[in-house]
């Protein structure tokens, strides 16, 4: 996927000012990180921060580690979903070792981060190093949180998507007919 065929916009800039927190991270937008590791939160992220998730006139509150699937990028989490997603991974039984190599993989790399007054997150350096992000990088709106990725490997991840699409369709949807108890297909 060519630079160009990426929207640079989520299009949630173009939904008025009160619908843009309600509806969570959407999109995707090419960024550039810093030699300190900072990147600007994209401005409907920011919207979505400070409508959802901003803790009265304090700071915007992050969790940032790395996104413990195969494709290891960087995962940003407002507070409140941090909280949540370890809630999660907390009910994982313990005393089975994948679960525990699960969590210590995600808090081991976790970390506070607080947008600062220019918009912007700083990644502590091993995150960088593990996700293996380079100077080009996407930022993904993920619903509760966003993700940054390299954009090379951002781009290799749409294409094989698209690659997939079928099996990957037909396997999300045997899963959720699993989770409700319903026939696929049907209700």
């Known amino acids: ?18 619908q843009n927190g309600d509806l969570g991270f959407l999109g995707n937008n090419p960024l550039s990180l810093d030699e300190k590791f900072r990147l600007v ?5 920011k919207t979505v921060l400070q409508k959802k998730y901003r803790q009265g006139t304090g700071a915007i509150k992050t969790v940032v580690t790395i996104s413990p699937d195969r494709f290891r990028n960087v995962a940003v989490y407002p507070l409140s979903e ?14 089975d070792r994948h679960s ?12 506070p981060c607080e947008l600062d007054s220019a918009g912007r997150i700083r990644l502590e350096k091993k995150v960088v190093e593990v996700a293996k992000l380079e100077k080009r990088i996407v930022v993904v709106g993920c619903g509760s949180h966003f993700e940054v990725w390299d954009e090379k ?4 991840f749409v294409e094989e998507t698209i690659r997939n699409a079928d099996s990957a ?10 989770a409700t108890g319903s026939a696929p297909g049907g209700g």
Do not use: C, N
Not at 41 to 45: G, K, Q, Y
Not at 82 to 95: C, G, H, N, S
């Open 1 to 18: 996927m060519s630079q160009k065929s990426r929207s640079s916009d989520s299009g949630l800039s173009r939904l008025p000012a009160e």
């Open 41 to 45: 939160v994209p401005s409907a992220f």
């Open 82 to 95: 941090w909280k949540r997603y370890i809630a999660e991974l907390k009910r994982m039984p313990v005393l």
């Open 100 to 111: 525990r190599q699960l969590q210590r993989f995600v808090t081991s790399l976790a970390s």
């Open 153 to 156: 490997r951002f781009d290799e």
């Open 169 to 178: 369709a037909d396997g999300a949807v045997e899963h959720m007919s699993a």
